[in-house]
């Protein structure tokens, strides 16, 4: 069986795609909460088959792009693949870029682009190093764009495996002084056996005050609330810490007790109709309960 040699290199590729994607990847888009891609079976069946033939890798390529699958992805395995085999790398950039003029401001899809140009600048740059300095240009110019559009994951994009091939550029450094590196911190939580908390975090301020009236609602009371931006034409983006006291079983039995002795007090004065409502059914039954019991023991 003859073998490829670019398959070698397409194989690191779709492994440390496969590892990384299946675990982070999902949405590219800066606030929006992350959603694993599939990836398809059948590409992990070719890496089991000793790298296979150009034949087979092009086969599952097809099989993940008929997957249900966001086009985003599609597109981005696309131009790795093309670029790996070296057979249709052309025609793959021409769809990419389509998809790009379509959406302006798809900030996920800009983002999956430059990841497929830093790969592609990877896999030319021994056969074609001018036409690999050219995609590994335009993937600085689509993280830019990306960014100026509402990506602001600063931590992804630093880890992120497949922009490795553009993190020695002076560009990729530069970019990345937005995303205020020297401004990180670190939080201490405690944890009160008293207090119940919880957390709200990248949402913006109507997002945030949604969320605001439904912890009021369940008697969550602010701590700390803070707006920002994380880079100067960004979106604002908030965070808040909200506390509710938790309330001891013997706190909740001392208290339905004196209501209970306050409501068999106005029966035994003649003001029955104010306790009346007391007795109905509710998700706690204890107040029900001691007017009972109480009432009876005054009966005997």
């Known amino acids: 069986m003859i073998r490829t040699p670019n398959l070698l290199a397409l194989s690191r590729t779709f492994s440390s795609a496969i590892t990384r994607r299946a675990s982070t990847i999902s949405t590219r ?18 890496l089991t088959r000793g790298f296979g033939t150009k034949k087979e890798a092009l086969e599952d390529a ?4 008929k997957a249900e699958v ?17 057979e249709g790398l052309e025609g793959a950039f021409e769809k990419l870029e389509s998809a790009l003029k379509a959406s302006p401001r798809d900030s996920g899809l800009r983002y999956d682009a430059a990841c497929a140009y830093a790969l592609a600048s990877r896999a030319l740059s021994t056969t074609n190093p ?3 300095q050219e995609e590994a240009a335009r993937a600085i110019g689509l993280l830019q764009e990306a960014i100026r559009t509402g990506y602001s ?3 992804h994009i630093q880890e992120d495996a497949d922009l490795d091939p553009i993190h020695g550029l002076p560009a990729f450094a530069g970019m990345m002084s937005a995303g205020h590196a020297d401004r990180r911190y670190g939080g201490c939580l405690e944890q009160r056996c008293t207090l119940r908390g919880v957390f709200g975090l990248r949402l913006d301020p109507d997002a945030h005050e949604a969320q605001g009236r439904t912890l009021i609602s369940q008697s969550y ?3 700390s609330v803070s707006v920002t931006r994380t880079f100067p034409e960004g979106p604002l983006v908030t965070a808040s810490v909200w506390h509710r ?3 001891s079983e013997n706190v909740k ?3 339905a007790m004196r209501q209970a002795r306050a409501a068999v007090a106005l029966v035994r004065l003649g003001k029955a109709d104010s306790v009346w409502p007391l007795l109905s059914h509710s998700a706690d039954p204890r107040l029900r309960s001691f007017i009972v019991k109480l009432a009876e023991s005054f009966r005997g």
């Open 62 to 65: 097809a099989a993940y792009g």
């Open 29 to 46: 888009s800066s606030r929006r909460p992350r959603r694993r891609r599939p990836w398809h079976s059948s590409i992990a069946l070719w």
């Open 70 to 86: 966001s086009d985003s992805s599609r597109l981005y395995l696309a131009v790795v693949v093309a670029a790996e085999l070296a």
């Open 221 to 223: 009371r602010p701590v």
């Open 130 to 132: 001018a036409k690999s």
């Open 245 to 247: 006291p938790v309330v």
């Open 253 to 255: 039995d001392s208290l």
């Open 153 to 155: 994951d600063f931590d």
